[in-house]
């Protein structure tokens, strides 16, 4: 088994800044890709960004490319989501996702293990 926690989340002005992390346990993680999905309320949960498992390869979704970066630290166990420029359409519950191999493409399927969720609030 694998836990994911997510911290970080919160209310913040437009054009603010969040950092999420996400500390992950249960197996080795630098062997596995990582990601951030994201839930707006009344929605489906949709791919944000991913990272391959040595940090070399990253992928966005076009909304959050140029403001967004995700990024991971093997020795900490730990993968961030530094959230820059923020729009009142990133509203939505934040959920960090364990890969099934080294690498992925950011579809869901890719992905076996989920953490609970951090809220990111941001008003007009």
């Known amino acids: 088994q694998v836990q994911l926690a997510e911290s970080g989340g919160g209310l913040v002005q437009a054009g603010g800044s969040l950092r999420l992390s996400c500390a992950a346990s249960?197996?080795?993680?630098?062997?596995?890709?990582m990601g951030w999905f994201r839930q707006a309320p009344g929605k489906e949960r949709r791919f944000v960004a991913a990272?391959?498992?040595?940090?070399?390869?990253?992928y966005y979704v076009d909304s959050v490319k140029g403001r967004f970066t995700i990024s991971r630290d093997n020795g900490k166990n730990t993968v961030y989501l530094q959230m820059n420029s923020l729009k009142p359409d990133d509203t939505a519950v934040y959920y960090c996702?364990?890969?099934?191999?080294?690498?992925?493409?950011?579809?869901?399927?890719?992905?076996?293990?989920w953490g609970q969720g951090t809220q990111v609030t941001v008003s007009s």
């Open positions: 990272i391959s498992w040595d940090g070399g390869s990253t």
């Open positions: 249960g197996r080795a993680f630098s062997r596995y890709a």
């Open positions: 996702a364990a890969g099934r191999g080294p690498y992925t493409t950011g579809l869901p399927g890719e992905f076996d293990y």
